[in-house]
């Protein structure tokens, strides 16, 4: 409370650091807008869009959550006003192929601005690109080197095309897929009584990559816009692990291949003045086979998967605007998504059985939303609405159900500038989570001796969410704020204990989170620093739930409790240089099991990065990551509600430090 209270103090008072007037050209507010020309990025000399996002002051780019729908799978960032028109291709790669010199001025949104859809999210980032016609292509060439091995290359060409607001292009590439956390190391087992009896030396490989391609084309059609676009990839990953004893060793391969394609149509269209109709059509289909291994002595352990999924979602949003000050969202969404499963788990050839290894599973999901946004006056925004959800899930295979859910998800959202340079942030708002439906199926994690049966009962997590956001900015580049959020969450999804010793996938009950967090934007010019920034941030989750089989109280699985990380960068335009350094000390995360707890704990990250500029359309970046280690520590309980220790593992992992080296080439 004492340190809350601090940081309040700090962020209502330091006079002096209030922003001049001549000062304001960059990050200027206008309304709830603030505006970032050319001008402000020029320093870092930005080759594209993704690069210029990147460095607003206060603002962290969100490519959205992997979720069926589009409603709450949107990003925080617009091009020209809207989102891409696809939903698998994220704000990052769509960013990362708009050449800076497209890019007009970018705009950060707080709180709300008449036209905007901000999905949800308080503060967007909009880019608006330039009219002028432009034809550029690009090559870009990347590969990492991991010590020891293995080194993997990749590259893409990308051509655009811009001409009085048709826009069209394509690209292709060849993709990775990486693991940064694999390397040498030792484990260490005990018994119950804490006496060693294995010391096993560990080791691991991987190995990945693909192919991917997508074009799109963009053009005013009749008084709107109109935009199609579609991809397609192809990725395969590899790797083995093995730990060796002076009397034992043990084996464990994991082999994926992942087959892609998508096909989004966006079609904007002007009603009237103050009313406008926006479509999507949305089809994405996925592919995926994978082989998990586990050789223990001479017994061999075998689970397949072989999975298909689509989904196809139609959207529609009328948005009126009757005043400057007044606008209302109405939406409507339909989705349907399937996924076909059929999986095997066998011990020396012979199969055993596990609840739904193979199963279909089907949603059917409506969604209808109003939101409406008042600003109140220059310093006051405020938002109401609500999204009313019902979906059918039907499942069929080794077991047949169906369930039906409505939810009405109301929010409400207050922007106040209550003094010059200071925004208080407010947010009440009910949640659902969305059921993943890998869960209605087995699955399989042989490396920490987990098999997890399906389950029919599942049901969406939901919450209630209560968030205020204190932001107080001292110049254009400098920017401080802090969150304040709590959580009553309904149904938490987790590990849940099932007969004949299996675990699953399921609801444990009620639980709770309590988050602060702080962000830092600060300048170092004061100091002597030219060009120099530093971020930080530090993030704490206070999440409990009381435990299925123990009924203790416990954290939920995989909220790490502390989050924190420092950038520092500097500009050296004499010098046609960046550089910079990211450091992330401490992160841990935990999961727990009716039969065992694992934590995996990462001990100082950091990443030393340099980008030099040799003309406008050449550039290289060169980046150098070391960690200290990984410690990976597992209690296996001979007693669920007991917990009686049977073993324990302390495995302290030393991951291979690698070199990222990336040159890009505009003409």
Not at 64 to 69: A, F, H, L, S, T
Not at 303 to 326: K, Y
Not at 405 to 428: I, S
Not at 486 to 513: C, F, K, R, Y
Request: proline share 4%; no cysteine.
């Amino acid at each position: 409370m004492k340190l809350t209270l601090v940081l309040l103090v700090l962020l209502t008072g330091l006079p002096g650091l209030t922003v001049q007037a001549q000062e304001q050209e960059q990050g200027v507010a206008r309304d709830a807008v603030l505006v970032y020309n050319p001008d402000f990025f020029a320093a870092a000399s930005p080759t594209t869009a993704q690069d210029m996002v990147e460095r607003l002051p206060g603002f962290q780019l969100d490519n959205g959550e992997n979720v069926r729908g589009f409603a709450g799978a949107g990003g925080n960032v617009l091009i020209d006003g809207a989102r891409p028109a696809s939903k698998t291709d994220n704000v990052s790669s769509v960013l990362g192929r708009i050449q800076a010199g497209r890019v007009s001025h970018i705009e950060l949104i707080r709180g709300g601005a008449p036209g905007i859809d901000m999905q949800g999210h308080i503060v967007v980032a909009n880019v608006i690109l330039s009219d002028e016609a432009t034809r550029q292509q690009s090559l870009l060439a990347r590969s990492y080197f991991f010590e020891g091995g293995p080194t993997l290359p990749s590259g893409r060409y990308e051509f655009s095309s811009s001409d009085n607001g048709t826009n069209w292009g394509f690209n292709i590439g060849r993709s990775l897929s990486i693991n940064d956390s694999t390397g040498t190391g030792t484990l260490v087992r005990r018994d119950g009584s804490g006496q060693v009896t294995d010391i096993e030396r560990r080791k691991n490989r991987f190995d990945g990559g693909g192919w991917s391609g997508r074009a799109d084309w963009a053009a005013p059609v009749a008084a709107g816009r109109l935009e199609i676009t579609g991809g397609a990839s192809i990725n395969d990953f590899e790797e083995w692990t093995q730990y060796i004893a002076p009397a034992s060793q043990r084996r464990f391969d994991f082999a994926q291949q992942n087959r892609d394609a998508d096909l989004g149509v966006r079609a904007e269209q002007n009603l009237s003045e103050t009313m406008t109709l926006e479509a999507r059509l949305i089809q994405n289909q996925r592919r995926i086979e994978s082989v998990s291994s586990a050789l223990i002595g001479t017994t061999l352990q075998k689970f397949n998967t072989e999975s298909e999924a689509g989904e196809s979602i139609v959207r529609s949003v009328l948005r009126w605007q009757p005043t400057d000050r007044i606008k209302v969202d109405s939406s409507a969404e339909l989705a349907y998504n399937v996924l076909d499963t059929e999986q095997s788990f066998t011990v020396d050839g012979q199969n055993v059985p596990l609840p739904q290894s193979t199963t279909t599973v089907n949603e059917l999901r409506t969604e209808i939303a109003a939101i409406a946004t008042w600003q109140r006056s220059d310093i006051l925004t405020l938002e109401a609405g609500a999204r009313l959800e019902r979906s059918r899930i039907r499942q069929s295979g080794s077991a047949s159900a169906e369930r039906s859910f409505f939810y009405p998800k109301p929010r409400l959202a207050m922007t106040w500038d209550f003094v010059e340079n200071h925004q208080l942030r407010l947010r009440l708002e009910r949640e659902l989570g969305q059921l993943n439906f890998n869960d209605f199926a087995a699955s399989s994690s042989l490396t920490n001796n987990e098999v997890l049966g399906g389950n029919l009962d599942l049901r969406p997590e939901q919450r209630w969410v209560s968030e205020a956001v204190l932001e107080r900015r001292f110049s254009a580049d400098a920017v401080l704020s802090l969150t304040l959020r709590h959580d009553e969450i309904n149904h938490v999804v987790d590990v849940l204990p099932l007969d004949d010793g299996l675990t699953a996938i399921g609801n444990i009950g009620d639980g709770s989170l309590d988050r602060v967090e702080l962000d830092l934007r600060l300048p170092l010019d004061r100091i002597g620093v030219s060009g120099g920034r530093l971020t930080l941030n530090a993030r704490y989750d206070h999440a409990r739930v009381d435990d299925p089989t123990t009924g203790r109280e416990r954290q939920i699985s995989d909220v790490r409790p502390f989050t924190g990380s420092a950038n520092f960068e500097q500009d050296l335009p004499t010098w046609n240089l960046v550089w910079g350094l990211d450091y992330t000390p401490y992160t841990r995360d935990t999961t727990f099991n009716p039969d065992q707890r694992r934590d995996i704990e990462l001990r100082h990250y950091l990443t030393a990065f340099g980008e030099y500029t040799f003309s406008d359309s050449f550039t290289a970046r060169v980046e150098y990551t070391a960690w200290n280690d990984f410690r990976i520590n597992r209690q296996s309980w001979s007693d669920r509600v007991l917990q009686t220790i049977a073993y324990s593992e302390q495995e302290r992992v030393n991951p291979r430090n690698f070199i990222q080296m990336r040159l890009r080439k505009t003409f």
